[in-house]
């Protein structure tokens, strides 16, 4: 498969903080022009939360955009969204059992040694991270690094997405080291956080990443 260059992350705790709802997000991304958009929520999975996750598939279907649903499986399912498994979420096999035949599933992993696994996994693409420091996980796996990115680059033909503070300034640099997308959290949400502001960054991160779409 081929993903979009630009891969934007709606962390629902991030934009509850910044005051912002997640619909609104969703489509300040999508007018941009985003064509994938992943649903990170870490917290629990309340009724209203599954309820804003429906309404931002919509807006994807609507947009044609690819949703990704990020850990949940049951939840990936019950959308008809892709999902995205981190290393202690289901194993990528066992979500292949629940989700419908040909769905997409990304995997993620910090290391060469899980790299390498991965590889061998069901899995349609696979991410690394963290490239740069981090703040959008509490416990965060030791830095990759662009050098090492390039290396690790070499031990899989599935498409790579680099993820993990990775800013416009930095964008170039992590794509030319072998990165086939960049998904983006911190620098996608500028201050102040408005549905203007943020459609706007959006199309800085595409424009930035159109040489390679």
């Not at 990759?144 to 990775?166: H, M, Q, S, Y």
Request: charged residues 25%.
């Amino acid at each position: 498969m081929k993903l979009p260059v630009f891969y934007p992350v709606l962390d629902t705790g991030l934009l509850a903080s910044r005051g912002l709802s997640v619909s609104v997000a969703a489509e300040a991304i999508l007018e941009a022009g985003a064509r994938i958009l992943q649903f990170r929520h870490k917290e629990f999975f309340s009724r209203a939360v599954y309820e804003e996750a429906e309404r931002v598939a919509g807006l994807c279907r609507a947009a044609g955009a690819l949703f990704v649903m990020n850990d949940r499986a049951d939840f990936a399912m019950l959308l008809g969204a892709a999902l995205h498994l981190g290393q202690d979420d289901l194993t990528p096999a066992d979500a292949r059992r629940i989700l419908p035949a040909g769905s997409i599933i990304g995997f993620s992993t910090h290391n060469q040694k899980q790299l390498r696994e991965g590889d061998s996994q069901p899995v349609d693409y696979l991410a690394i991270g963290p490239i740069f420091a981090t703040g959008s996980k509490q416990n965060p796996d030791p830095i990759v690094g662009v050098d090492e990115l390039r290396a690790l680059r070499a031990l899989t033909r599935k498409p790579l997405v680099a993820i993990g503070g990775i800013t416009r300034l930095a964008a170039r640099p992590v794509l030319e080291a072998g990165a086939d997308s960049l998904a983006v959290i911190g620098d996608l949400y500028p201050e102040p956080l408005t549905r203007l502001e943020l459609r706007k960054r959006a199309e800085e991160w595409l424009a930035i990443c159109s040489s390679r779409s």
